[in-house]
């Protein structure tokens, strides 16, 4: 049986909240053999004080020895197996900048490439032209029309950007165009399927309508398309858990990925303080809060050891606003590993820490990589988190009689 | 989506050496209440050492409480799910002593046996022949001759022995032919499937022959065919893991084992000196190296705790030789646990260390089944090992983005 039907038939209806809250990245490591890992280096006390009172543990993201991107890293803690529900590239990259996708949307990873005379790339990345430059050329391509079909063209950072297609029967699933390789000419868009024979279509016509459109351009003079992908199809909150779901996320990245699966991105805060308050002024609207943190990854992909244990102690420091406000359960976890030592995401399990009234603490009293693996929680798979937090928080019901 | 399938879309490759160090059986139990295992008594300064540097946990080779045989044992630390992936007995059997299976080979386990006047049998092992004798009569089976079919006939001990036919289109499914009892005739080879129904004829043959060889023993004047298999299909560690993998085992089962997930059997080695040989001589042509060790196994199932205990500091005095070579990633771990308590391979999970420079290491100075309870690795299952030697060696990409 699968969970999310088990997950729907348990699922019981009360008043209690459920605060979320999310370090990206927050798992790290030693720099050197018998070193401490960039949590257990930052001073934490607020942490202390939930680890006295809750339970810990060790999520695995996916399975062991994967390190996951965003999209699965969330979507496990969201409680969706991420080896289930996967996200195609290109609605990936629309989420990531916070392009709002609806259902049977196509979303396109496009590339500005350089073709020569004879139509051949030249470069895959038109010289890797600037976003100043770039965008204004994404944008002109808004001028393209297909009947039928509603457009739209998103500049997203340096050569890239991304197209939607919107209309009736456009399936996902199109090769990509880029043949990863100079000197041979673009591939046509091929449907892999019947049902995305008309996205193919629709493709191969915005390509032509862009060609006559770019042509004049010295670097970025055509374009290639990768990852098709529609809008994938993810259930909601509402409907696995019955819960009224809440995102406060200052990157539009993460309030992509929360919008998938049904929440509310409310707010429009850029601090962390701004967060709290858009959490405690929504305090009775919702059920659930997912709360973004971003940047224990972001110091961990750049390898600064110490401004990431900085960030640590920033969202330590956040932790009595949201106490204040007295949740039914608190999760504090990360979506992976972001160790500074490897500069980038890990497959290395994280410290996750859960308080309620019921959630037979365990005798530690700091929370880190090495107290979490002799937790209450054990080492668990990320994709049962969820579960976890409904349980504590008396919204799920007996297994059977 | 399977795990094999991410793990070839997740694949890179590198420079990276990776050892694994397979102590077969290491996992024990104390003979008495309040006892040592057989790993904690033992002086093993050198995984002590290990211990310092790295991380351990338990791992679980196939479900909690599922003891493995050597294939299933394998084929997990192999990375591939032992639940998934079945070699036929048969296939075994041939593996186990030697034989080079080649795809579409049929393997049969086949026992001399007793028949009488009617040709009934009167014992289903011929009187435990002893394998002085059964040797040259199931040699002189080799004169069997079928057409388009090439035989193979092994001796293996006592009253066992096996046939392969190697042909086209023959099928692996044909119900045994040793009725389970004494007192009635031998059944008919019969095919399972179509695909089978050649396979069936030519083991006909082959019985109508060997009886007429066979007559005249006065124990074992006829055999029955068990276990029936082709040759699994297993993918290989180049297409897996993008590894070009070495073996260096002694016996012919471990080899076997190795070949068929595609690795090379390296060296003639006999002790576990020789084999530290080979791996130095080989080292700059392979990425991985699987290192058998077989006595943790053999004094165990004797139930010799002491020589047990022995052949572990013998193990651990090898490890300098190992560790000089510099490996990026060293496991050492078993394929699981056989205690001299029970004279036999168990469910136990079994010890299980990992070092490398981003492993997480975790508090531990020493390594045996106690500490691994409290190991960063938790407990885990052998089919993840792989994914984790690949992660920690920087071979696996980020999944999803």
Redesign the interface.
């Known amino acids: 049986m699968d969970m999310h039907t088990l997950t729907r038939e348990l699922q019981v209806r009360n008043k209690s909240k459920i605060v979320m809250l999310v370090a990206d990245g927050l798992g790290g490591?030693?720099m050197q053999?018998?070193g401490k890992?960039e949590l257990e280096s930052a001073h934490t006390p607020n942490l202390s004080a939930l680890a006295t009172l809750g339970v810990q543990g060790?999520s695995i993201p996916?399975?062991?020895?994967?390190?996951?991107?965003?999209?699965?890293?969330h979507l496990g803690l969201f409680g969706y197996d991420?080896?289930?529900y996967?996200?195609g590239?290109g609605a990936?990259?629309a989420t990531?900048i916070g392009f709002e996708l609806q259902p049977g949307d196509v979303a396109i990873r496009c590339n500005f490439c350089t073709i020569d005379a004879q139509g051949k790339i030249s470069d895959r990345r038109a010289g890797r032209i600037s976003s100043e430059e770039s965008a204004p050329l994404a944008i002109s391509l808004r001028k393209i029309k297909i009947p039928g079909i509603e457009i739209f063209v998103e500049p997203v950072k340096e050569h890239r950007f991304v197209v939607v297609f919107r209309g009736a029967g456009l399936g996902g699933n199109v090769k990509d165009t880029d043949p990863q390789a100079v000197g041979v000419t673009p591939l046509d868009p091929v449907a892999e399927d019947a049902a995305s024979r008309r996205t193919a279509d629709v493709a191969m016509e915005f390509l032509r309508q862009a060609k006559d459109i770019l042509k004049s351009h010295p670097k970025a003079n055509f374009h290639t398309m990768r990852g098709f992908a529609n809008k994938p199809d993810l259930p909601s909150y509402e409907q696995v858990y019955g819960l009224k779901a809440a995102a406060i996320a200052v990157y539009p990245m993460y309030k992509g990925l929360a919008r998938l699966v049904g929440m509310h991105v409310i707010g429009k805060a850029s601090t962390l303080d701004e967060q709290m308050h858009v959490l405690r002024d929504s305090w009775q609207a919702y059920d659930f809060f997912f709360m973004h943190f971003k940047y224990t990854d972001s110091t961990g992909e750049d390898g600064n050891f110490a401004e990431k244990v900085k960030r640590i102690e920033e969202l330590d420091a956040a932790l009595p606003a949201i106490a204040s406000l007295k949740p039914d359960v608190l999760i504090v976890t990360g979506d992976h590993s972001t160790?500074s030592?490897?500069k980038?995401?890990?497959?290395?399990?994280v410290p996750t820490l859960l308080v309620s009234d019921c959630c037979r603490p365990d005798p530690h009293t700091t929370f880190n990589?090495?107290t979490a693996?002799?937790g209450g929680l054990?080492?668990f798979e990320a994709q049962y988190l969820m579960l976890l937090a409904l349980s504590n928080a008396g919204r799920m019901g007996k297994f059977g009689a």
């Open positions: 490591l030693p053999p018998g890992t060790l996916v399975k062991p020895g994967i390190a996951p991107g965003s999209g699965p890293g991420p080896l289930t996967q996200i590239r990936l990259e990531g160790p030592y490897l980038s995401h890990s497959w290395h399990p990589e090495t693996i002799t054990g080492q």
